[in-house]
């Protein structure tokens, strides 16, 4: 079952994922659906309070990529309006995702992605957002440099800089560069992230980073043909 499927079916149960704690929670899935649901709305939630002011458009965000079936928005939003209040225990909720999809790196990046469109949902990205959704990164397992190639795929870097957004040294050969880009364009191509069960606003966002990807790995093909030539992937 994908990530998002089982939020989905979460939501749609008889337990609201604030209430089932310790003792109270029933053995199992249960408690187990319980800290899921928890960590990843209660960590949407918290982006939204990151830097300080909860607005609306921050709402409307979350609820596009963390979206509930029909007829249980409020009860998404209930959740996110009790977690919202601080933004302590953030850490606890990332390492939580951290952990239980540690094996699955392209689904914690969806979860970034999703962030990111929280963060990007008033205009801009602050510094404190930006903080935390780096410290996030972190409790997710991903290196400072795999955050910044996530980071530029949504707000550019400063001077366009493909190989960041590759994620890799501007002397990895030839190779290096293809396998880079396989591995990114892999994990962020929209029919995966349609697989992975993700709405429709997250497979948005899925296409306009696969459209900076290929242009790094465009840009990166057109300096080194001047030169002798990195050749296109096999698709």
Known sequence: ????????????????????????????RAVDDA????????????????????????ERAFLQVFRA?????ESLRRAFDLSKQT?????????????RFKDHPAVLE???????????ADGRVTKDEDDFLAQVANLFGFSEREYDRIRVGHLGAPEDDPYVILGIDRDADDQAVKRAYRRVASQN??????????????????????????AAYAAI?????????LAAPAE
């Open 1 to 28: 079952m994908s990530f998002w499927r089982r939020l989905a079916d979460f939501i749609t149960g008889h337990h609201d994922p604030f209430e089932c704690r310790g003792k109270d929670c029933p053995p199992g």
């Open 35 to 58: 800290e899921f649901a928890m960590a990843l709305i209660g960590l949407g939630a918290k982006m939204a309070k990151a830097d300080g002011v909860v607005t609306r458009n921050e």
């Open 69 to 73: 079936p029909p007829g249980f928005e």
């Open 87 to 99: 933004t302590l225990g953030f850490d606890g909720y990332a390492r939580r995702l951290g952990r």
């Open 110 to 120: 969806d979860v970034l992605d999703g962030l990111f469109h929280i963060a990007k």
């Open 189 to 214: 191509h929209p029919d995966r992230l349609i697989a992975r069960g993700a709405p429709a606003e997250m497979q948005r966002i899925a296409v306009e980073k696969m459209a900076v990807i290929n």
């Open 221 to 229: 093909n057109r300096q080194r043909q001047t030169g002798g030539g």
